[in-house]
C-alpha cells in the first residue's frame, strides 16, 4: 500500500509536511539509556546515517545510530524527492580530484553519478520498502544558455550508452509533456526517479534494525570522547564503540574546533497543493515526470501518489526560516501553470540544507577513528546513499574512494557562524546575476 493510502498519525515534532501526514509507519525507537557497545556509533538518523548503517550492518558489523530527534527529522524527510543523476559541485570535484585520478577522473564522477541510483533500487526491492518509487526527469532549459548546456550533457550521456535512458526535447517537445509554456527544451531521463524520502528513510532504517542494528531517537549527542575506543556521551547514557561516524550534516554543533567554518545552513522551501484531479493531472503532466530547470536557484516539482503538486524552488540564506512559503512560491507555480492559479496549498514547509562553498561533500578523520561525512548541497538523496558505502568501504578499511574525497581541499570560513551564512548569501547573489546574464 502507498503512502498516499495509509496515513499515520505523525511525531509532533516532525515537520508539518506532505511526507509527515503521509507516513507508513512512525518511529518509535527508544531514548540511549546506560552503557553501549558497539563496532561502530553513527551520530545521525537521516539518509547519511542511517544508509552507512544498512551498509555496515550487511557486512556483519554491531552498529548503533543515534539521533537527537527522530529518524528522518532533518533534511532527509523534508526534500523534493528527486534522485538524480547530478552531482554538486562536479566542476570543482573534477578539478581537484585529477590531482588523485588522473585522466581517470571522468570516469570516476560519470559512474558515481549513477551509483546511488543503484543503491536505492536494491535497496527498495530487497526489504520492501513502499515509498513511491517512481522513474522518469526532466531536465528543463529556460533560455538559450540552458539549451548549450542540456545539448552537451546529452551527448555524454549518448557516448555513455544512455541512448535508450535519454531524450534530447525541444520547446514543442517538453509541451507534449508538461502544459507549461516557460521552457525552451529539456532532457528527459527515464533513470532518474523521484519517491516519499521519509519513508524510504524510515524503510531503511527498518532493515538495518532487523540485521541488529540498534537505533536510538532523542537522545542528543552532548561530547564524543576520543581515544582507542572512542565514546559517544547522550544525557542518558554512553556508547563506546570500535569507530564514531558523525552524520548530522548541518543540523549539529558538534566538534566545532575542526568543522566549524565548513558547512553552513541554506533553507529551502516546498508546498504542496490540494489533490488536483485526473483530468487535470493529464493536463499538466501526464507522464509523471518529476522536473527541475537549469537556474543557479531553481524550481523543482512532481506529483505525489494521491495526485498533489510537490513544489519547491529558491532558496532563503539567512540560515533562517521563511514567514511565507506558500506566498514564495504561489507566483512560482502559476507562472509554471498558468491553469493552477488560486490552487489551494495543504502543506507548506522548509528544509535546512547543508552548503558547502565549493560543493563538493566533505569526508574526513577527526581523530584516529573518528569520522565525519557531511554537506551535499542540495542533492542530498543519491548522494548520501553513495557516500554510505564510501563509508561503509572505509570504516570496514577499503579506503580508496574515501581517500579520493578526503584530499579534496575546501574553503574554512574563519568565524562561519558569523560570517558563513553571508558570505553563503553574497555569493548566491554573485551567481544569481551571473545567470541573469548568461
Not at 508539518?16 to 512512525?26: C, F, K, Q, R, V
Not at 545521525?44 to 539521533?67: H, P, Q
Request: charged share 20%; hydrophobic share 40%.
Amino acid at each position: 500500500m502507498n503512502a498516499a493510502t495509509k496515513p499515520v498519525k505523525p511525531a509532533a515534532e516532525r515537520a508539518p509536511s506532505y511526507y509527515s501526514a503521509t507516513l507508513n509507519e512512525e518511529t518509535h525507537y527508544p531514548s540511549l539509556q546506560g552503557q553501549v557497545s558497539v563496532d561502530v556509533a553513527i551520530i545521525g538518523g537521516g539518509f547519511t546515517g542511517v544508509a552507512t548503517a544498512v551498509e555496515l550492518a550487511e557486512r556483519g558489523l554491531k552498529v548503533a545510530i543515534v539521533e537527537t530527534h527522530k529518524i528522518g527529522w532533518g533534511a532527509t524527510g523534508r526534500n523534493g524527492g528527486q534522485v538524480t543523476g547530478s552531482l554538486s559541485g562536479d566542476a570543482a570535484m573534477r578539478k581537484q580530484m585529477r590531482n588523485t585520478l588522473g585522466e581517470e577522473v571522468d570516469d570516476f564522477i560519470w559512474h558515481l553519478r549513477w551509483r546511488g541510483h543503484e543503491i536505492i533500487k536494491n535497496r527498495v526491492q530487497k526489504y520492501g520498502i513502499q515509498c513511491d518509487l517512481r522513474h522518469g526527469h526532466l531536465h528543463a532549459a529556460m533560455k538559450p544558455s540552458h539549451m548549450d548546456e542540456l545539448q552537451a550533457s546529452y551527448a555524454e550521456a549518448m557516448e555513455r550508452g544512455m541512448g535508450d535512458e535519454v531524450t534530447l526535447l525541444d520547446a514543442a517537445g517538453v509541451r507534449e509533456h508538461l502544459a507549461s509554456d516557460i521552457y525552451m527544451g529539456a532532457i528527459k531521463n527515464t533513470r532518474n526517479m523521484h519517491l516519499h524520502p521519509l519513508n524510504l528513510c524510515i524503510g531503511e532504517a527498518k532493515a538495518a534494525e532487523s540485521l541488529g542494528a540498534l537505533i536510538f531517537e532523542h537522545s542528543e549527542v552532548l561530547d564524543i570522547i576520543h581515544g582507542p575506543r572512542p565514546t559517544v556521551v547522550t544525557s542518558g547514557g554512553r556508547i563506546d564503540a570500535a569507530q564514531v561516524m558523525l552524520a548530522g550534516d548541518v543540523y549539529h554543533k558538534l566538534e566545532r574546533k575542526q568543522l566549524k567554518g565548513m558547512i553552513f545552513p541554506a533553507m529551502g522551501g516546498i508546498v504542496t497543493t490540494a489533490p488536483l484531479g485526473a483530468e487535470l493531472i493529464e493536463a499538466i503532466n501526464p507522464f509523471d515526470l518529476a522536473v527541475y530547470d537549469c537556474r543557479f536557484v531553481l524550481d523543482y516539482y512532481r506529483m505525489t501518489t494521491d495526485g498533489r503538486l510537490l513544489f519547491g524552488g529558491g532558496a532563503n540564506y539567512s540560515g533562517r526560516d521563511s514567514r511565507d512559503i506558500a506566498g514564495e512560491l504561489r507566483p512560482c507555480i502559476e507562472r509554471t501553470f498558468p491553469q493552477l492559479k488560486g490552487v489551494q496549498i495543504d502543506f507548506q514547509w522548509s528544509c535546512a540544507m547543508g552548503i558547502v562553498m565549493n560543493r563538493i561533500p566533505q569526508l574526513g578523520k577527526l581523530s584516529q577513528n573518528v569520522w565525519y561525512c557531511q554537506g551535499y548541497s542540495g542533492h542530498g538523496i543519491a548522494t548520501t546513499h553513495i557516500m554510505g558505502e564510501i563509508m561503509a568501504n572505509a570504516l570496514t578499511g577499503t579506503l580508496g574512494h574515501y581517500d579520493t574525497f578526503a584530499a579534496c581541499k575546501h574553503i574554512k570560513v574563519p568565524m562561519g557562524d558569523v560570517f558563513g551564512n553571508p558570505m553563503l548569501a553574497a555569493g548566491m547573489w554573485y551567481y544569481q546575476m551571473m545567470e541573469k546574464l548568461r
